[in-house]
């Protein structure tokens, strides 16, 4: 069983920045990717970055050139650094995992969330 725990939402003015965190933890073997998605209440997920374990990255065209996703490997620590953050980025953001237990079967997980509310 994995979990994921997001960290780092909260309140901040619209130009202002945030570092999201994301800590796994587990029976986990390796992790083959992890992601950052969000949703507003009566919208669907959606993406906003990936990277995988050899560190290829992509970005939801909406926050490409404002937001970094980065990983520490060695930890199980995935990271959304947001600049420039917009009103439009308000949203629930969850952490997504693609994991190899220890066991070798795989599996994808999410974290609980966490809120990240810009104010105009």
Known sequence: ?????????GL???GGSLRLSCAASGSI???NAMGWYRQTPGKEREFVAIITGSGATNYADSVKGRFTISRDNAKNILFLQM?????????VYYC??????TSRS?????GQGTQVTVSS
Do not use: C, M, R
């Not at 953050?85 to 949203?91: E, G, I, M, S």
């Not at 997504?96 to 237990?101: F, G, K, L």
């Open 106 to 110: 795989q599996s994808s997980y999410w």
């Open 1 to 9: 069983q994995v979990q994921l725990v997001e960290s780092g939402g």
């Open 12 to 14: 901040v003015q619209a």
């Open 83 to 91: 600049n420039s953050l917009k009103p439009d980025d308000t949203a």
């Open 29 to 31: 073997f390796s992790i």
């Open 96 to 101: 997504n995992a693609a994991v190899v237990h």
